[in-house]
């Protein structure tokens, strides 16, 4: 089953051009999907869309085979989280511990299990020492953090990723995204996670490319990564390791690893061989 | 800024910080009254008594309540100017050229000064022991009559505790945009009345967008996680009476009680 | 030297209890009309450190010579105007320091305040909106209806039309896009070698450090652990052992490689020439 149908999607701001045009795709559940675009590309419009933040102008939306509509939309916050890209402008509580609890107090439920989720949560995200800490005491990617804690607690079916890892520094960036992996491989978590950070998009089971409102190219990364020529020139890269397996491949020695290690070790394996 | 000390939580552990916020917000109530009260010397000297056993418990100094105190000294020396030139009763204790200064033009403001002394020091005494957010959820509870004649107590509430949360974030962020247009030649301290506007829009302006980028924001935050106003929710901190916040409302009515036996039946 | 510390130390709220050491005995020089790279972790002092090349902080002892100003710790230069004339500071975010009604206003907003008559000012901001590549027809817009990454070059250029000899940035590719970072980094390299501006830059990104600042200056924890050329910085094992640095990804790569055993050179200009090398003695 998918968890996401999107059907034909399209959206505007006002006054301008249209923001998406005709966007159509499939979320298996249980994967991890990453929609990968230049600034501008229409990526986190269309992460507000599939989480019902917006409306789309023409199109449809199913959510676990619900259709986004009004009368939906209780029970669709119940199935899908968003963490965005501000980790201050997405800190409601004034402590960690109120906000994990915010998300909680809206789904209603009861005060007495309230403190086992929290420390359940908080402990997940390896946060468990800093419950009773204020915002203006934590770095970046422990607001981020919290922020995942808070919605992971409501249970969601699944949980988007709106550039979460973007305004971090590299420390916060590389655990971040170790983290977002890790989540992956569990049946009952779909993870999307919108990003300008084509390493990132290595590790993701499906790859999107929206460029101009419109997809440009969908598939496995390594797919995807192969038209280096097109992906350069909608303002976007490609991962170091396949700038050196095409360099390789060029020259006629075939590599695969993702990571430098690997692909060394490739390499010696075939120089030993010769 | 963080020189402030009026109005400041002071994060220790106390009695007197466990205490339920309603109940530290009934007694400021309480005892507000009776400091309004006619009681004459007897009264405010019982008051007092009572508020420094509180700074004690509290484990506060009574520094603190000056230091809160002493922007209003210029206040009340300007008060005591007027009144001795204006009160001219009881007995006359000093007299040199056209100065006549009369008793009640002294006690009087002494009246008025031991009274705001009082209050700083009471106020002090609940917004130091209590958090910014417990009070506000004392304040959302006991407002919770008036939810009855459809006062959005539980709205008003959530606002002000964003509002406070997001002073600090505020204060950051007006310091580095200053330092931004002080990089581009901004003067914020001198210069004629042109440049002195300009300066100051090209702090407001900058801040107002980003309150508003970030009000967007946290709105999207808040609906994405399941907020509807208006709608009902669980409670994750509910406030919970203990023997010691009635021993508290009790003392500070006896207090009230005392004053006003002294202020009308003696 | 474009900028020289001497023993500088800075203390955030000195008489508090909560006071905070930020920057000790910093002993530094940076080279003029060259690019530096100031790298280290968050709170290591990188932001207290270039607040003080145009005096929006003062060093609460030792000195700082920048462009011929001195700043001490008891006393603000008398030419303060001046000396923040001659260091264009760059925020963090900067695209927020955006206030006028229209891109052409904003960007002569800084000349303006330094007294450059109004004429020069719209000459100089269209100028410097042209170098950060926003042609004429942004001119009359308002600066908030823009992208976030123009709205940076819009905030940049107003620094640029000030003409300062020295151009320091905080973090200038924070949030955007590879594509708006590679093109606002050329940007930068250029005003470095067409202009010969000295350009001191905050950054986190070690592949954009290593290809293009010739110095690199590392903090830690308030203190300068490194202060040299880049190159020998990051080709150098053990200094890249010792500071634990991120290894730029070719380098990386490099490094791995000759653990494996391959013989390669000291030095790759790019990629390719790597491969080149390793294929050869793969196939042979």
Not at chain 1, 7 to 31: R, T
Request: hydrophobic letters at 45%; aromatic letters at 8%.
């Amino acid at each position: 089953m998918n968890a996401i149908e999107v059907k034909n999607l399209s959206y505007a701001y006002d006054s301008q051009k249209n923001a998406l045009q005709g966007v159509s795709f499939n979320v298996e559940k249980g994967s991890y999907t990453t929609i990968i675009g230049h600034n501008g590309s229409g990526k986190s419009t269309l992460a507000k869309l599939i989480v019902g933040l917006l409306e789309p102008k023409s199109g449809e939306i199913y959510i676990e085979g619900l259709k986004m509509e009004e009368k939906n939309l209780p029970q669709i916050r119940n199935k899908i989280g968003i963490v965005f890209q501000n980790p201050d402008n997405q800190f409601i509580g004034s402590t960690v511990r109120d906000d994990i609890a915010f998300g909680l107090e809206n789904h209603k439920v009861p005060t007495s299990q309230m403190d086992s989720i929290i420390e359940q949560y908080a402990t997940l995200v390896r946060m468990q020492d800093f419950l009773n800490s204020e915002p203006e005491h934590l770095s970046g990617g422990q607001k981020q953090r919290v922020a995942i804690a808070g919605v992971l607690a409501m249970k969601p079916d699944i949980i988007v990723f709106d550039e979460a890892t973007s305004m971090l520094d590299p420390a916060g960036k590389e655990e971040l995204k170790r983290m977002i992996r890790s989540f992956h491989g569990n049946e009952d978590l779909t993870i999307i996670s919108i990003t300008h950070d084509i390493e990132e998009a290595c590790f993701s089971d499906e790859c999107i490319v929206l460029n101009e409102g419109k997809i440009v190219l969908e598939g496995k990364p390594e797919v995807v990564f192969e038209k280096a020529d097109l992906m350069r020139k909608i303002g976007l890269d490609i991962p170091f390791s396949y700038y050196v397996k095409n360099l390789f491949k060029a020259r006629g020695i075939k590599v695969h690893g993702d990571t430098a290690e690997e692909i060394a070790e490739e390499l010696w394996q075939s120089h030993s061989k010769n | 800024m963080s020189n402030l000390v009026f109005g400041k939580y002071i994060p220790i552990d106390s009695v007197l910080h466990r205490c339920d916020p309603r109940a530290k917000i009934v007694s400021l109530f309480l005892l507000l009254i009776a400091i309004f009260l006619p009681s004459g010397w007897y009264g405010f000297a019982l008051i007092a008594a009572f508020l420094l056993i509180g700074l004690m418990i509290a484990k506060l100094r009574i520094s603190m309540v000056l230091k809160a105190f002493k922007p209003m000294l210029f206040m009340m020396a300007f008060l005591l100017i007027i009144n001795i030139f204006s009160v001219k009763t009881g007995d006359l204790w000093f007299s040199w050229k056209f100065i006549n200064i009369y008793s009640d033009a002294v006690l009087n403001t002494l009246y008025i000064v031991v009274r705001l002394l009082l209050m700083v020091t009471l106020t002090t005494l609940l917004t130091a022991t209590t958090k910014p957010l417990e009070l506000t959820l004392g304040l959302e509870q006991l407002m919770k009559p008036l939810a009855k004649l459809h006062v959005p107590t539980h709205e008003i509430a959530m606002m002000i505790s964003i509002a406070l949360r997001f002073i600090p974030t505020i204060i950051e962020e007006t310091e580095r945009i200053m330092n931004a247009q002080k990089s581009r030649g901004v003067d914020f301290d001198e210069g004629s009345l042109k440049e002195k506007i300009s300066a100051i829009l090209s702090l407001i302006v900058p801040l107002f967008s980003v309150a508003f980028q970030r009000a967007d924001d946290l709105a999207n935050a808040m609906e994405a996680r399941g907020y509807v106003p208006g709608a009902e929710r669980t409670r994750y901190k509910e406030l919970k009476y203990h023997n010691r916040d009635h021993v508290l409302r009790i003392l500070s009515l006896l207090v009230l009680a005392g004053v006003i036996v002294l202020a009308f039946v003696i | 030297m474009a900028i020289t510390f001497k023993k500088l130390n800075h203390t955030y709220s000195p008489d508090m209890p909560y006071s905070f050491h930020a920057l000790k005995d910093i002993d530094l020089e940076i080279e003029e009309k060259k690019i530096t790279a100031i790298i280290g972790h968050t709170g290591s002092g990188k932001s207290t450190l270039v607040q003080h090349m145009n005096a929006l902080l003062l060093p609460t002892s030792g000195e700082v010579e920048v462009a011929g100003f001195s700043v001490t710790a008891d006393k603000k230069p008398k030419n303060l105007k001046q000396l923040r004339q001659k260091v264009g500071l760059v925020f963090q975010f900067s695209e927020y320091q955006l206030f006028e009604e229209t891109i052409l206003k904003d960007v002569s907003f800084g000349p303006k305040n330094f007294g450059v008559s109004e004429e020069e000012a719209v000459k100089r901001a269209r100028a410097a909106l042209k170098v950060v590549g926003l042609d004429a027809s942004y001119e009359e817009r308002s600066p908030l209806d823009l992208s976030g990454g123009q709205k940076r070059r819009v905030a940049i250029a107003g620094i640029l039309a000030m003409d300062p000899e020295i151009i320091v940035l905080d973090e200038p590719t924070a949030g955007l896009d590879p594509h708006g970072s590679r093109e606002m980094i050329k940007l930068f390299s250029a005003l470095n070698k067409e202009q010969g501006k000295t350009i001191i830059l905050i950054s986190h990104d070690n592949e954009i450090v290593y290809r293009y600042a010739d110095n690199t200056v590392i903090l830690n924890k308030g203190e300068v652990s490194y202060s040299g050329p880049t190159k020998e910085l990051f080709e150098n094992d053990e200094l890249v052992e010792k500071f634990n640095l991120v290894l730029p990804q070719l380098l990386e790569l490099k490094s791995q490689l000759q653990k494996k055993g391959f013989s390669l050179k000291k030095h790759y200009d790019d990629l390719e020439a790597l491969v080149k090398d390793v294929a050869k003695e793969v196939k042979r």
